[in-house]
């Protein structure tokens, strides 16, 4: 029997989409701080998280996630704050799964919809289709018999064309033909757009902080239509398209905003060294007083972590960095 290789080609408007995405790339990698700019990652996955399950129906504001994360009390569905705890922890497997692993796929599947689904961590049962927003169905998925072979197919292919098939391509052909399977009852959008990243990232660790998410929620409405049109043609040529303008214009507007961290950064940086004097040690609460602040948090993200991860400033206890009796000089 043939091996199964989805049905795509490649076009002009990839190569030119391809070749804006890798010049981004590119800038991006130039920023010798971007690593060190914890609250714009950590921002952006909260919007990756956010959008997401947003696209899916999910109510909780960008704000409301963010405290479901950081453990803080939120009034909202119960349903929809196990959601975000649930992705949260998928998202944080990133660095943990092989994407071509259906056993790792499965077991984070399991995480994604953990209190949610009867069928967490195990392919349907059932018939399922996809819908849009409206909840109008514009598919009738692979019936649930011919599913686990359908996905082995699909990472077998994966699995012998990674080295061959650019990523950006792979992916996307990937994150297609996984909305077509359907292969679970719940949570095929959000494992979708996920798994998509965990491919990217082992490409370009970059793309653990790129909330393409939130770009495909910007276009939601043209999403399903291309998933759509895919369906009804029967190659995912204007869906690798479509990712990659998402992929585009999400990169644009990183670039933008690892600009204007930079300056803010340094900005914060610059406060912080004018209130402490060259070696003289001073506790946490005596340099926010100085710099007339209440939150530790925000302090932490935006003063203190940068500065001490730049070099500028140093613990008076550094194998001790939580210590009750830590204090922070400048050097």
């Not at 070749?19 to 921002?43: A, V």
Request: aromatic content about 10%; proline content about 4%; overall charge negative.
């Amino acid at each position: 029997m043939d091996k199964y290789v989805p049905p795509y080609s490649i076009s002009n408007k990839m190569l030119e989409l391809v070749g804006s995405i890798m010049e981004k790339i590119g800038r991006l990698d130039n920023f010798e701080n971007l690593d060190k700019m914890p609250t714009l990652r950590r921002n952006n996955r909260i919007h990756s998280i956010h959008s997401s399950l947003a696209i899916e129906a999910n109510s909780l504001t960008f704000n409301q996630v963010k405290d479901v994360i950081n453990g803080k009390t939120v009034n909202g569905p119960k349903e929809e704050i196990q959601e975000v705890k649930n992705a949260y922890l998928a998202y944080e497997m990133i660095d943990k799964v092989n994407p071509y692993d259906i056993k790792d796929l499965l077991k984070v599947h399991g995480i994604m919809t953990n209190l949610l689904v009867e069928e967490s961590g195990i392919f349907r049962s059932g018939e399922e289709g996809v819908f849009d927003e409206n909840g109008n169905c514009i598919f009738i998925a692979p019936k649930p018999k011919y599913v686990e072979k359908l996905i082995k197919d699909l990472f077998n292919w994966m699995e012998e064309e990674k080295i061959n098939i650019h990523p950006l391509i792979l992916s996307s052909i990937f994150h297609y033909e996984f909305v077509f399977i359907h292969p679970f009852s719940d949570g095929n959008g959000r494992m979708a757009r996920l798994w998509q990243n965990i491919i990217l990232s082992k490409w370009k660790d970059i793309f653990k902080y790129v909330p393409i998410e939130s770009q495909i929620k910007n276009y939601q409405d043209r999403y399903y239509k291309v998933i759509n049109e895919c369906n009804n043609i029967g190659d995912s040529n204007i869906f690798i398209e479509f990712m990659f303008q998402m992929i585009d214009e999400v990169l644009e507007d990183l670039l933008r905003k690892a600009n204007e961290e930079t300056v803010t950064s340094s900005e914060y940086i610059i406060k912080l060294l004018e209130v402490m004097e060259n070696g003289i040690p001073m506790s946490l609460n005596e340099i926010m007083a100085k710099l007339d602040l209440k939150s530790k948090d925000s302090f932490r993200d935006n003063y203190l972590n940068p500065a001490l991860e730049s070099g500028l400033i140093k613990m008076t206890l550094p194998d001790r960095p939580t210590s009750k009796n830590q204090k922070y000089y400048k050097d």
